[in-house]
């Protein structure tokens, strides 16, 4: 509900490629008026949000996924090429309408309460921290080894960022560069994200990672967190040493400032999930005891973090996350239809490929939300996905297999409206021997309720009898560990059509994903602005 008060947020953003060197390597990167990360966003529940792109990016199309936020009324500005709209061309401006519907932090977007609502902890100080994995490789050179044969991996980060500083070692150069300016470490745009606290008071930090590949663990020396939110709901309070967090969630923690005050501590960041010691450096960040200097470096070195294949833990965490009693929204009690998503890596005409039920999914040229508003039916496969693999029962998710008959498609999901949707997300053996790894799913346009989670395989009869019905916490993100299977459930109330896929950006990229279309037919009148590619050139009025 928008009350009578609800504002408009207006910004404008130029979106260009400047050099940058946050990591103290110099090189081209993306920028948002000028800034990595881009600006903040600041709304309260209710608002309206315009945001107005204008695309400076010579060679590239551009579109803004705002994530987190589930676009209702609005499913033309989710911003997912392919999915939702035509990319907005070089040069061009693309207008962005949403209502933000929640209060939380999706990546830099931050949704106060309404006045006068208050929250369930409280604290004297709010910050937040976005944390980034880092590359020097352009991704033009990254999707041109994804799609080569012989496949290219893009490899372990270069660097973690933390608030978007970092530090390379740049005696590790491939090649050291003649020009002094191509990788300084004492550049100030690469010194160390310095946090002053006052001592004796509570933070609350937002914490968010965006990176392309990495899970993380996140550390403050020292200091206990109390994780109190995720993905914009409550948590039940828990106190962790380390906060492991995957590509696209966010996460509150209150930190009390009542250690030792004649010195600062360190925050750090450390890659989990895959072996990553040897070519990565932690990220390192200054919590600063007010008065003491902000560059006075800790006395102590920065905490190892956590054995980086201990999957123990990180399950632990993940099963401990549960809704804040007060705050619980119960999910429906069963399901209209549940759908199997089984991960896998194939290999198809010869390329490495991401699958899902053994279908890699690729984007058609024309947008999924225009063709089918518009009854275009010819510009995608009509044959849906199966709601799950008809060898399932017998597949061997421990080993590797020879899965000779996947194949890509860009065949949809179509779900009835208001029908209540569990997925299972299955995971499996890749094509290494031994090997199953971490994926962050997200699902754009709805929140879900994560019912479970399991080691090995999903089975149907008697792990939905274990399911959490009483207190799930709902995110949009999630992640699936190796060799286990994640729950979730969803009901298909919001009108449009969305992107499910894995967060990594190589594995998305390799065919990680499905999109589910519900209640198209009740969208509104699409925008023009959201026409102009494949079969819409002709829809585009000026």
């Given at each position: 509900m928008v009350s009578a008060e609800a504002g408009v947020r207006r910004y404008k953003w130029d979106v260009k490629y400047e050099f940058k060197s946050p990591d103290c390597y110099r090189k081209l990167a993306i920028t948002i008026n000028g800034k990595t990360p881009g600006p903040t966003i600041l709304a309260q529940q209710g608002d309206t949000v315009i945001v107005e792109v204008t695309n400076g990016l010579a060679t590239e199309n551009l579109a803004i996924h705002w994530h987190g936020i589930r676009q209702i009324g609005s499913p033309w500005s989710d911003g997912t090429e392919g999915v939702t709209q035509c990319p907005i061309l070089p040069g061009d401006t693309f207008t962005y309408r949403f209502i933000v519907d929640r209060a939380g932090?999706?990546?830099?977007?931050?949704?106060?309460?309404?006045?006068?609502?208050?929250?369930?902890?409280?604290?004297?100080?709010?910050?937040?921290?976005?944390?980034?994995?880092?590359?020097?490789a352009s991704t033009y050179e990254q999707a041109a080894g994804l799609s080569s044969i012989p496949f290219v991996w893009v490899g372990e980060p270069q660097s973690l960022l933390i608030q978007g500083k970092g530090k390379f070692d740049c005696s590790k150069l491939a090649t050291p560069s003649s020009n002094p300016t191509a990788c300084n470490t004492t550049n100030p745009e690469c010194l160390p994200y310095v946090m002053t606290v006052v001592p004796g008071k509570t933070y609350r930090l937002r914490i968010?990672?965006?990176?392309?590949?990495?899970?993380?663990?996140?550390?403050?020396?020292?200091?206990?967190?109390?994780?109190?939110?995720?993905?914009?709901?409550?948590?039940?309070?828990?106190?962790?040493?380390?906060?492991?967090?995957?590509?696209?969630?966010?996460?509150?923690?209150?930190?009390?400032?009542?250690?030792?005050?004649?010195?600062?501590?360190?925050?750090?960041?450390?890659?989990?999930?895959?072996?990553?010691?040897?070519?990565?450096?932690?990220?390192?960040?200054?919590?600063?005891?007010?008065?003491?200097?902000?560059?006075?470096?800790?006395?102590?070195?920065?905490?190892?973090?956590?054995?980086?294949?201990?999957?123990?833990?990180?399950?632990?965490?993940?099963?401990?996350?549960?809704?804040?009693?007060?705050?619980?929204?119960?999910?429906?009690?069963?399901?209209?239809?549940?759908?199997?998503?089984?991960?896998?890596?194939?290999?198809?005409?010869?390329?490495?490929?991401?699958?899902?039920?053994?279908?890699?999914?690729?984007?058609?040229?024309?947008?999924?939300?225009i063709a089918l508003k518009e009854n275009l039916h010819h510009v995608f496969d009509q044959h849906p996905p199966p709601d799950r693999l008809h060898e399932f029962t017998t597949y061997d998710i421990y080993g590797v297999v020879n899965n000779t008959n996947a194949t890509s498609s860009n065949a949809i999901y179509r779900l009835k409206f208001n029908s209540t949707v569990d997925i299972i997300l299955q995971n499996a053996n890749t094509m290494t021997v031994n090997n199953s790894e971490t994926h962050p799913w997200h699902l754009h346009g709805h929140d879900f309720w994560v019912l479970g989670y399991g080691t090995g395989k999903f089975d149907a009869e008697n792990d939905p009898k274990k399911y959490n019905l009483a207190n799930p916490i709902m995110k949009n993100t999630v992640a699936v560990h190796p060799y286990g299977w994640t729950a979730l459930r969803f009901v298909a109330d919001n009108p449009g059509v969305w992107a499910f896929h894995c967060h990594i950006e190589s594995h998305f990229y390799m065919g990680m994903g499905v999109v589910f279309e519900e209640g198209v037919e009740k969208v509104g009148k699409l925008p023009s602005e959201i026409m102009g590619c494949g079969e819409t050139k002709a829809f585009k009025r000026p």
């Open positions: 932090l999706y990546g830099s977007i931050r949704v106060l309460l309404p006045d006068g609502v208050a929250e369930p902890f409280t604290y004297d100080y709010d910050r937040s921290i976005i944390l980034n994995d880092w590359y020097h968010s990672s965006v990176t392309a590949l990495s899970a993380l663990s996140f550390q403050i020396e020292g200091h206990n967190m109390t994780v109190v939110e995720a993905d914009g709901h409550y948590v039940e309070p828990i106190v962790v040493q380390n906060l492991f967090i995957y590509s696209g969630e966010t996460y509150s923690v209150l930190i009390k400032i009542d250690q030792e005050p004649s010195r600062n501590y360190w925050i750090t960041t450390n890659i989990v999930g895959r072996n990553a010691t040897a070519t990565t450096p932690p990220g390192l960040a200054i919590l600063n005891y007010y008065p003491n200097h902000p560059k006075r470096v800790p006395p102590t070195d920065p905490p190892a973090g956590p054995i980086w294949n201990d999957i123990a833990p990180r399950l632990a965490q993940s099963v401990a996350i549960k809704a804040r009693q007060g705050y619980v929204h119960t999910p429906p009690p069963k399901s209209d239809r549940a759908i199997v998503l089984l991960n896998t890596q194939n290999k198809i005409d010869g390329y490495n490929r991401w699958s899902v039920n053994n279908v890699s999914f690729t984007l058609p040229h024309t947008p999924y939300l």
